[in-house]
């Protein structure tokens, strides 16, 4: 029996869009540390550089999100859950105003209400479950038992499991056998999540 989920939370580069992000090589151009992701390894540079860092990775994410391509597979299953319609939000580590050039390059857009687009600066970015938390807020008080995270890292999968949700992580290049902790289901496509969770 599929486990019925009403809100679905989506991360949004490499899962609703095709990967196009070279994060190593933007550590490495930047002197960033390549064993920490991006914002963290910010945070731990000398404080006079912070600001021109972060200015850099808008800079950069900003032009890739104009050339944003949607994942197939996301084309698939967005449309079978508008029919259901449940609520559908976006949680993203990238910017507000750069996911939404991302959604609308995508032709995604239509799918999630601008206020259900959450992005690095509105809540403490993942794997804290502050943006999950506050998603569930906007959408009415949901249960965190009938919501699904669904992203394509393992600090997706964290940030769900750690607001209560169900989550599930997305791997579409390599095989994972089972699901690696805290993750409820491993996915090579979205629309695989139908055998999992039901939209209702
Ligand atoms: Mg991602």
């Known amino acids: 029996m599929p486990t019925p989920i009403h809100c679905w939370i989506f991360d ?18 930047h002197g960033l540390p390549l064993d920490t992701p991006i914002l963290e390894g910010i945070a731990l540079a000398p404080p006079a550089t912070r600001a021109e860092l972060l200015k850099s990775v808008d800079a950069w994410e900003a032009g890739l999100a104009t050339e944003s391509q949607p994942a197939p597979d996301a084309q698939r ?8 319609r449940v609520p559908m939000a976006v949680l993203t580590r990238n910017t507000r105003a750069n996911a939404l050039v991302s959604l609308a390059a995508t032709g995604l857009a239509r799918y999630f209400p601008e206020p259900l687009v959450i992005g690095r600066d509105e809540f403490a970015p993942k794997p804290s479950p502050d943006g ?25 999968v964290r940030s769900g499991h750690a607001a209560g949700t169900y989550s599930a992580l997305l791997r579409r290049a390599e095989s994972v056998a089972s699901p690696p902790p805290p993750a409820d289901v491993v996915i090579s496509a979205l629309d695989e999540l139908l055998e999992t969770f039901e939209p209702r």
């Open 132 to 156: 999950v938390r506050g998603l569930l807020s906007l959408m009415g008080h949901v249960d965190p038992r009938t919501a699904l995270m669904v992203g394509d890292h393992i600090d997706d």
């Open 77 to 84: 299953l967005l449309p079978i859950l508008e029919t259901a």
């Open 12 to 29: 949004l580069d490499g899962t609703l869009t095709l990967a196009q992000h070279d994060f190593a090589g933007f550590k490495q151009a």
